[in-house]
């Protein structure tokens, strides 16, 4: 109980942290601040819905608050679609590394310390892309978006596929996992290629 709120306080000071450093040239601290509260504000709500109806879809149910959240900050403040998507997805994949953490130290599963461990492995992963996708040949638009979208359809590719052969990891929705996940990175794929396309 104690480490789980030591690590969902750890996970939202980093969030707005990196949230703000992602953002901060563009936007100014209130637009950014008030963005991540409606963010982290959809993500608590939906999650302590799920926990109440649904407690096995809690992820998916907080990934849907996620998202509302994210709308109605773009919608309000106007931030850019792409941009601010990215900058959410790498603020928050250390919140949830650290939700696998505290389940493996609180079930000794070596499925969830694994999980963390991929879960960094994405950060790692967003920022070699970030730092090379201009030197891209075939990401002639070289947008903003692309190490985001990409390291968020890998997240959820790699996500369904092990939900296929280990389907009782923490997050994971048995019988339904591997279609979610999939039609997620299926989706943030088809973003990729549609930014490809873009002029800058």
Not at 124 to 146: A, C, E, H, T
Not at 158 to 174: H, N, Q
């Amino acid at each position: 109980m104690v480490f789980g709120i030591l690590f969902n306080i750890l996970g939202i000071i980093i969030f707005l942290f990196l949230f703000w450093k992602k953002l901060k040239e563009d936007y100014i601290s209130a637009q950014i601040f008030s963005s991540a509260f409606f963010i982290i504000a959809g993500i608590v709500v939906f999650y302590l819905i799920s926990k109440l109806y649904l407690p096995s879809w809690w992820f998916w149910f907080s990934l849907l608050g996620f998202l509302i959240g994210f709308v109605i900050s773009t919608l309000k403040f106007g931030l850019r679609i792409y941009e601010t998507l990215e900058a959410s997805f790498i603020s928050i994949l250390p919140w949830i590394s650290f939700l696998y953490l505290n389940d493996s130290i609180k079930n000794t599963s070596w499925i969830s310390l694994l999980a963390f461990a991929f879960t960094l492995g994405i950060v790692f992963l967003y920022i070699f892309l970030n730092s090379k996708y201009k030197n891209f040949s075939w990401y002639k638009s070289g947008r903003v978006g692309f190490a985001g979208l990409t390291s968020m359809g890998i997240y959820f590719l790699i996500r369904g596929l092990i939900a296929i052969f280990f389907p009782f990891v923490v997050s994971f929705v048995v019988d339904y996992e591997p279609i979610l996940s999939g039609s997620l990175a299926f989706s943030f794929f088809l973003l990729v290629f549609n930014l490809s396309r873009k002029s800058q």
